[in-house]
């Protein structure tokens, strides 16, 4: 009987081994491989979102995924045949989901940077965005050199938060305390600003005017145009998915020219806020 149990002990910890080595080889493929006929064979792709991004993704209060970049990604995929399954994750996680296998893309108002290119494969932008400072025209706070002294809020792990970083002169080293408050969503940063627990936020435009326009208080916000370079929205990929960006970038084209594009972003923004990438 002992050694029946012994036999049975060591036979668990080989499968579990198993188990633990088909995760890592599984991992290691969806990092390493180009999936495209994969992504084809099983019909299916599966796309992280951070679910409190309106307009571009977010959940709805009958808990629907909706949004401009819903929208987008699932006409995207129609042309091949792929339905998309809807990732919400942490987005200060986004890279780390992505190549580690949990998500197959980002797509949900990425911007294009230098630090992001380096971990993913971005498609060609297809809508240009920019990072503004949202304050209150109760505080007087009209421009970017107003914030010296002052209480910034931005979302962790965000392009906004990335370029307060990378160029220190123009925010950081003024703000209190040289650094930003952090948030893991820019809804719970709005009501703080709202409340007065933070001065400014530095916030993608489309979000902010979208937000506030819903909650009918956009005349009650400055919308600071930003004072660092513009920035691209795109899709990211993993490294070795070459065909998957490629595809994408050619649907891109093709829903612009079938009109679908425009459609979309008629819909959401009340214009064609498409980049020249997708026009040509």
Do not use: H
């Amino acid at each position: 009987m002992k050694i029946k149990k012994i036999l049975l002990s060591a036979l668990v910890l080989v499968s579990t081994l198993a188990l633990a080595a088909c995760g890592s080889s599984s991992s290691k493929k969806a990092s390493n491989t180009d999936q495209w006929d994969s992504y084809v064979k099983d019909g299916k792709i599966t796309i992280g979102f951070d679910n409190t991004f309106v307009p571009m993704g977010y959940e709805d209060e009958d808990g629907k995924n909706v949004g401009f970049d819903i929208d987008l990604a699932n006409a995207v995929f129609a042309e091949y045949g792929i339905k998309v399954k809807w990732q919400s994750i942490n987005w200060d996680m986004k890279e780390t989901e992505l190549n580690n296998g949990t998500i197959d893309l980002i797509w949900n108002g990425y911007s294009i940077t230098d630090e992001r290119s380096e971990k993913v494969r971005f498609t060609n932008p297809y809508m240009i965005n920019e990072q503004v400072l949202v304050t209150k025209k109760s505080s007087d706070i009209t421009s970017f050199a107003g914030m010296k002294g002052k209480v910034l809020g931005a979302q962790s792990g965000s392009s906004g938060y990335d370029a307060f970083n990378a160029n220190p002169k123009v925010l950081k080293n003024i703000v209190s305390g040289g650094d930003a408050t952090q948030y893991e969503t820019f809804t719970q940063a709005l009501i703080d600003l709202k409340n007065d627990r933070i001065d400014g936020l530095l916030i993608d435009k489309v979000y902010a005017n979208y937000y506030l326009e819903q909650e009918g208080e956009l005349d009650k916000y400055n919308i600071i145009s930003s004072e660092f370079d513009g920035e691209d929205f795109a899709v990211g990929a993993r490294k070795a998915d070459k065909t998957l960006a490629k595809k994408i970038n050619q649907a891109f084209q093709k829903l612009y020219k079938d009109g679908k594009f425009q459609e979309i972003s008629n819909k959401w923004f009340g214009e064609d806020v498409a980049t020249d990438a997708v026009k040509n």
